[in-house]
C-alpha cells in the first residue's frame, strides 16, 4: 500500500515557487489552501487566490487570460 493517497502528495514533488520548496513553509506544493485576499493597506476588493509558498495565485488576473470555462468562470470572484 502506497504512503501517499495520490501523486499530488508525493513528498519529493517540488514547484516554480521557490518558497514553496523550502522545509518551512506552510504551503508546499502538496499543500495549496484556497484564500481571501487583497493588497495590504489597499481599500481594493477581496477576491480569490491559491496560496502557495509565500505567494499567492490571483485567481481573478489568471481569470483574465481565459483558462477557465463554465463554474470555474467565476472562482476568482468574492461575493
Request: aromatic share 8%; net charge positive.
Amino acid at each position: 500500500m502506497s504512503a501517499v493517497p495520490n501523486s499530488s502528495h508525493d513528498p519529493a514533488l517540488r514547484s516554480w515557487v521557490a518558497s514553496a520548496n523550502q522545509p518551512d513553509t506552510e504551503f508546499p506544493i502538496q499543500n495549496l489552501p484556497f484564500a481571501i485576499f487583497r493588497r495590504a493597506g489597499s481599500p481594493e476588493t477581496y477576491r480569490g487566490g491559491i496560496a502557495i509558498g509565500d505567494q499567492i495565485l490571483d485567481l481573478r488576473a489568471l481569470n483574465l487570460h481565459g483558462p477557465f470555462s463554465g463554474a470555474g468562470r467565476g472562482a476568482g470572484r468574492c461575493r
